[in-house]
């Protein structure tokens, strides 16, 4: 089982990206699936994450901004960032539990991480 993460990059303040992130394997099911960040000298802290039921949790720095999505046919979470601050600059990185064929009681992945940098 992977995770690929892509769609970081620079952005002014105020502007947007979309990351996306695609799980690959012989995976059975992923619940949850969503979004944390690490930014420099802080600890990785969750975005956002979304049950396969549809239910989603967003921390308050993200809620009004962020949208989190899933496509559970292609086993993609996506995150769409609004509004975008300085102080989201971070390393993004997907998760997700993940019951496979190589894990049939589940575990945690992790992607492998991409960096949004908002600066003017």
């Known amino acids: 089982v992977q995770l690929q993460a892509s769609g970081g990059g620079w952005v002014q303040p105020g502007g947007s990206l979309r990351l996306s992130c695609v799980a690959s394997?012989?995976?059975?099911?992923?619940?949850?699936m969503g979004w944390y960040r690490q930014a420099p000298g802080k600890q990785r802290e969750l975005v956002a994450r979304?049950?396969?039921?549809?239910?989603?949790d967003y921390r308050d720095f993200a809620k009004g901004r962020f949208f989190i999505a899933r496509d559970l046919g292609r086993n993609e979470v996506l995150l769409i960032m609004n509004s975008l601050k300085p102080e989201d600059t971070a390393v993004y990185y997907c998760?997700?539990?993940?019951?496979?064929?190589?894990?049939?009681?589940?575990?945690?992945?992790w992607g492998q991480g991409t960096l949004v940098t908002v600066s003017s």
């Open positions: 394997g012989n995976i059975f099911s992923i619940n949850p």
């Open positions: 998760n997700g539990f993940i019951i496979s064929s190589d894990n049939p009681e589940g575990d945690e992945y």
């Open positions: 979304a049950a396969s039921g549809g239910a989603t």
